[in-house]
């Protein structure tokens, strides 16, 4: 068979398959409501939903550490995806981590695995729809399933009001999926929750990430460059560490060689997130345009220029939670932000904070 009709037929089978998973979500949606908040025994099985990308990980730890801290003997497990697999070695409590990837014979097998488990809670951590979310959550088939009110939500038996989420951060909008649990989210810290990584941050040090998730948020070699060097006639930055993807360090290396300046070098090459993390929680101080950065300076405490593209007026921004940060929102593309615009928003944090007492007052924080 050619490989293109057996790619084919094998999207068909797997597309027919999660139709046939769905179709089973009707008869759960005409079950009554459990009564809540949900009285589990001190040792339930509670499986998470977060099969997406890493900030998206990431800005949902502090969901875990709560009910780590309610279920101390529970059994957790988190199911990720090919793209945020990176954060396995940094969730901040005992996870068992399982992969899902698309591949429809291995996926089964493995969530096989996980229903004979008798899964007490299934716990979707997406606020949209998703119709993998409802063909995993009939998968495994838990005695409770919470997600939030969507176009998906008769995948759950238990579902929580979406939050306007205009005027709600998402960290706040997903926290509420706590309240059936007993746990009331209002009181919860939103900051992003990792494993410590144990790096003294180096005085002086800057971050400046030049990749980003989308080609319409990165910015122009020339901004890049005249970044650089408004940040260089700082007296108390002594170094400037370019972070980047493996695709940009050819640009990144480009960069360099036109600064001349021995106060900026590339980061090291990494083959993982924690060591990524590594050096992020080695700066300051970071500069980036992708959110993923952002919301792992929030973990680690790092004062951050954040820049994004303008969103709907029905979109809260995924912005830094817990770190002193400046926001910078320019498009329809990052390609015609200005190094001035970006060297303001660095001056005005600068000015708040000083770096010294920026490293003082956040890492201190993140310590705590």
Known sequence: MEPNLLQRNLKRIELATRRAFIRLLSLRSEKTQPKLPLELDSTPTIVFLRQDRLGDAIITTPLLTA???????????????????????????????????????????????LRRRKIDVVIDLMDNPSATSSMLVA??????????EKDNSTSYNIRVPLLDRSQYHIGRRIAELLRPLGIDPEVLSLKPVLKSVNITPV??????????????????????????????????????VLFSHPKDRAAAESLLSEIHSARAALAPMTHTFKAFAEQITSCELLITPDTSAVHLASA???????????QPPTLHYWTPTGVPYEMIVHGPTLATLSSDEVLRAFASLHTRLGLKEALITAQAEYVA
């Open 203 to 240: 005085p002086g040090r800057i971050g400046f990430n030049l990749s980003a998730g989308t080609p319409d948020r990165y910015l122009t070699p020339a901004t890049n460059r005249g970044i650089m060097e408004g940040l260089l006639s700082y007296n108390d930055v002594k170094e400037i």
């Open 300 to 310: 680690f405490g790092i004062p951050l220029v954040a820049m994004y593209l303008p």
């Open 139 to 148: 998968a495994l088939s838990p005695r409770f399933s919470i997600g939030i």
């Open 67 to 113: 009910l780590n801290a309610k279920y101390p003997n529970g059994r957790f497990i988190m199911l990720l995806g090919k793209n945020n697999i990176g954060i396995r070695e940094l969730l901040p409590i005992e996870c068992e981590v399982h992969i899902y990837r698309k591949r429809i014979f291995r996926d089964i097998i493995m969530l096989r695995k």
